[in-house]
């Protein structure tokens, strides 16, 4: 057992709830051998910069190239991630230790004007920058106007109470860890909003060769989700869609049998392939590489073009 352990986050006030969040486990699972346990900020790009044409530029990387940098360098043992930020790749010297217990996977609608987006009265304004919510919510509702909503969920949700917007959605796992679970005014059914590739997930990552910290974390990581994250990131990676591409996808265990949803649709909603599959849960990755295969056959040449 490591004498010391530094977990590296980013500074955000979600990315800081889960940094304390693993760094609790650690210490309930590890009891009196508990290493030290240290909470060490790292500043990323992708915190800095607001405007959405240089972060897509930046693609996902954006958000964790520094904390990549303080692992490799070793100014950090680990590092706590929000799974859905997570790029496809890593740098080769790390890797995903794995993922704690998966929060509720469900995007949270969040208006005073209407308790489902199909109540919303016609032209009204929802704030997201997610291309996936977007995409997904034109496709119910093509009249809506979105406007581009950057920022963390505390922002969003006072541009919401100013009168900004109309409606908004977020993860409920992030409003949950950050205690303000309360302002959801309904959960968005998984099956026909789908989730992000890694949504409510929360991912570990630590230099490859890390036996010491590998071993430390392994009592605090969960083989379910990560047989659900195995399955969605390989769809994504064949996927291998630009960061303009609205992609959902989300994999769950049931008993011994691993379901999948995915879906990719056009930015505007116009246009939308889905699918669903089922198989034994050592198949994780061919079932995602699958689902990618049988949408990259059905839709159009450059669908994902963006
Ligand atoms: N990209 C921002 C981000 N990354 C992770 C979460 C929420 C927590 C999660 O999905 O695990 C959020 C905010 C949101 O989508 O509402």
Known sequence: ???????????????????????????????????????????????????????????????????????????????????????????????????LPREDVRDAWISEKADDPRALPPGSVVGTASLRRSAMLLRLRPDLAISLLRGNVETRLAKLARGEIDATILAIAGLKRLGLADRATRLLDAADFIPAVGQGAIAIT??????????ALRPILDSATGVALACERALLQVLDGSCRTPIGGHAWLAGDALHLRAIILRPDGSESFATEISGPHADAINLGEKAARELLVRAPPGFLAG
């Open 1 to 99: 057992m490591p004498a010391q352990l530094r977990i590296g986050t980013r500074g955000s006030p979600l990315a800081l709830a889960q940094a304390e969040h693993v760094k609790q486990r650690l210490a309930a699972a590890h009891g009196a051998q508990a290493p030290e346990l240290d909470i060490v900020v790292i500043k990323t790009s992708g915190d800095l910069i607001q405007d959405r044409a240089l972060a897509e530029a930046g693609g996902k990387g954006l958000f964790t190239k520094e904390l990549d940098s303080a692992l490799e360098r070793g100014d950090i043992d680990l590092a706590v991630h929000s799974a859905k930020d997570l790029p496809t790749f890593l740098p080769q010297g790390l890797e995903i230790s794995g993922y």
């Open 206 to 215: 630590a230099r490859r060769d890390d036996a010491p910290v590998t071993a």
